[in-house]
């Protein structure tokens, strides 16, 4: 941390250093105040779409969450409502210093639409399933995605073992050898989805994805909360990373996820919000604390501290998605930065800024939000090249035109 000037220039950081370094002319300066840049929040797992559910699918476990409220209710949505509803998500990240979304949802073509029209930052992950999808059109968007847009990038994957058979699961194995790619997935999730996978294959779900080649070249797995020594090995040994979504597991009672293991075992750790239908809300400092504060309860006050929670929630989501060059704030590093405003009082006395943002930072302290040079969000004002307000009809238009 220190005290000085950040330069901007083709979406990059051209120059940080101490001040008076900097010559211009600059097409605009900004005046921070003493406040701190530091690199936006990584959402390493999302289903943006899904916030027209907010409210409206809520107190039932995942299974039930799913079949009885999800899913009737997914089969109704256009890509034309994915798009809104992609847009209403990503305003809810700005307002919560997030400048990149791992977003896993159907009508791609839509989410990629959403985060170009909005400037946003966006890896996309292919959730074909027994409903929908399949390895060639998971390899076609691949090929489309990866090259679509600076903003963009493409990950191979699948919604579930749960919801998944076999061969479409050896099909999408063949495509991870075939791009020597690595593979994402909702992974042990709960403990009836693991249950559910060795009654039919004799394996926990890390084992048997990975006896089909899944993860020969990496990847990783959303959630992974209910997962086995054998399961941590072969996470370590595929170099996999996890994605842990505490506030989505919390509400819908999935458990705890074993982080304080992972970060033991060096496997790397990323945070997502989940859906808005099972989080509700996408807010990352409530993300940060749940995921330092469930370890707590679980192995004492010592564990996983503001500074692990900090790499997770800045670097390791952006390394999950392929953005190698969005982790930390550098020269030639892409500007995804926010602005946190520390003459609040939750900031105040700056007796640890990192400790506060996690244990005590808010949504009220991001004052801007940029990406890839293009500020966003400043002072609770969106400059998404669209009107709030008819983002907020459109959603609501959608969720009540529903049967
Ligand atoms: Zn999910």
Same mark, same amino acid.
């Not at 304080?260 to 989080?279: C, F, H, M, Q, W």
């Given at each position: 941390?220190?005290?000085?000037?950040?330069?901007?220039?083709?979406?990059?950081?051209?120059?940080?250093?101490?001040?008076?370094?900097?010559?211009?002319?600059?097409?605009?300066?900004?005046?921070?105040?003493?406040?701190?840049?530091?690199?936006? !929040?990584?959402?390493?797992?999302?289903?943006?779409?899904?916030? !027209?559910?907010?409210?409206?699918?809520?107190?039932?476990?995942?299974?039930?969450?799913?079949?009885?409220?999800?899913?009737?209710?997914?089969?109704?949505?256009?890509?034309?409502?994915?798009?809104?509803?992609?847009?209403?998500?990503?305003?809810?990240?700005?307002?919560?210093?997030?400048?990149?979304?791992?977003?896993?949802?159907?009508?791609?073509?839509?989410?990629?639409?959403?985060?170009?029209?909005?400037?946003?930052?966006?890896?996309?992950?292919?959730?074909?399933?027994?409903?929908?999808?399949? #390895?060639?059109?998971?390899?076609? =968007?691949?090929?489309?995605?990866? @090259?679509?847009?600076?903003?963009?990038?493409?990950?191979?994957?699948?919604?579930?073992?749960?919801?998944?058979?076999?061969?479409?699961?050896?099909?999408?194995?063949?495509?991870?050898?075939?791009?020597?790619?690595?593979?994402?997935?909702?992974?042990?999730?709960?403990?009836?989805?693991?249950?559910?996978?060795?009654?039919?294959?004799?394996?926990?779900?890390? =084992?048997?994805?990975?006896?089909?080649?899944? !993860?020969?070249?990496?990847?990783?797995?959303?959630?992974?909360?209910?997962?086995?020594?054998?399961?941590?090995?072969?996470?370590?040994?595929? @170099?996999?990373?996890?994605?842990?979504?505490?506030?989505?597991?919390?509400?819908?009672?999935?458990?705890?996820?074993?982080?304080?293991?992972?970060?033991?075992?060096?496997?790397?750790?990323?945070?997502?919000?989940?859906?808005? #239908?099972?989080?509700? &809300?996408?807010?990352? !400092?409530?993300?940060?604390?749940?995921?330092?504060?469930?370890?707590?309860?679980?192995?004492?006050?010592?564990?996983?501290?503001?500074?692990?929670?900090?790499?997770?929630a800045c670097r390791n989501g952006a390394y999950a998605c392929g953005?190698?060059? &969005?982790?930390?704030? #550098?020269?030639?590093?892409?500007?995804?930065?926010?602005?946190?405003?520390l003459q609040q009082p939750n900031m105040q006395p700056l007796n640890?800024?990192?400790?506060?943002?996690?244990?005590?930072?808010?949504?009220?302290?991001?004052?801007?939000?940029?990406?890839?040079?293009?500020?966003?969000?400043?002072?609770?004002?969106?400059?998404?090249?669209?009107?709030?307000?008819?983002?907020?009809?459109?959603?609501?238009?959608?969720?009540?035109?529903?049967?």
């Amino acid at each position: 941390m220190f005290e000085g000037e950040l330069v901007v220039s083709g979406g990059r950081i051209v120059s940080l250093g101490a001040s008076g370094g900097a010559e211009g002319p600059f097409d605009r300066e900004v005046d921070c105040h003493g406040n701190l840049i530091m690199p936006g !929040f990584k959402n390493a797992h999302t289903h943006s779409g899904m916030t !027209f559910l907010r409210s409206m699918a809520d107190d039932l476990p995942l299974q039930r969450w799913l079949t009885e409220q999800v899913f009737p209710k997914e089969a109704q949505l256009t890509p034309d409502d994915v798009y809104v509803l992609t847009k209403l998500a990503i305003m809810e990240y700005l307002t919560s210093g997030i400048t990149m979304m791992f977003d896993m949802y159907f009508a791609r073509e839509s989410i990629a639409q959403a985060a170009i029209d909005t400037g946003f930052r966006a890896a996309l992950v292919g959730c074909a399933n027994d409903y929908g999808g399949s #390895a060639q059109e998971t390899a076609d =968007e691949y090929a489309k995605f990866s @090259k679509l847009n600076p903003l963009i990038s493409y990950r191979l994957g699948f919604h579930a073992e749960y919801t998944s058979s076999e061969p479409l699961m050896r099909d999408l194995s063949e495509l991870v050898q075939q791009l020597k790619q690595p593979f994402y997935t909702h992974l042990n999730e709960t403990r009836a989805e693991v249950e559910h996978c060795i009654a039919h294959s004799g394996m926990r779900t890390i =084992e048997y994805l990975d006896s089909l080649g899944l !993860f020969n070249y990496g990847g990783g797995g959303y959630h992974c909360v209910h997962v086995s020594e054998r399961e941590m090995e072969i996470m370590q040994a595929r @170099k996999m990373s996890v994605i842990t979504c505490p506030g989505s597991n919390t509400k819908l009672a999935s458990g705890v996820a074993p982080v304080y293991e992972y970060l033991k075992r060096g496997i790397p750790v990323a945070i997502g919000t989940d859906g808005a #239908a099972s989080n509700n &809300c996408l807010d990352f !400092f409530r993300e940060m604390f749940l995921t330092t504060g469930l370890q707590k309860l679980e192995h004492g006050a010592e564990a996983v501290d503001a500074i692990d929670v900090l790499a997770m929630a800045c670097r390791n989501g952006a390394y999950a998605c392929g953005f190698d060059d &969005c982790d930390y704030l #550098a020269v030639g590093k892409q500007a995804d930065l926010i602005l946190i405003d520390l003459q609040q009082p939750n900031m105040q006395p700056l007796n640890n800024i990192e400790k506060n943002i996690v244990y005590s930072g808010s949504k009220q302290n991001v004052a801007l939000v940029m990406i890839a040079g293009k500020v966003l969000y400043e002072k609770g004002e969106f400059f998404i090249g669209e009107d709030p307000a008819r983002i907020y009809a459109e959603a609501n238009r959608i969720i009540r035109g529903m049967k």
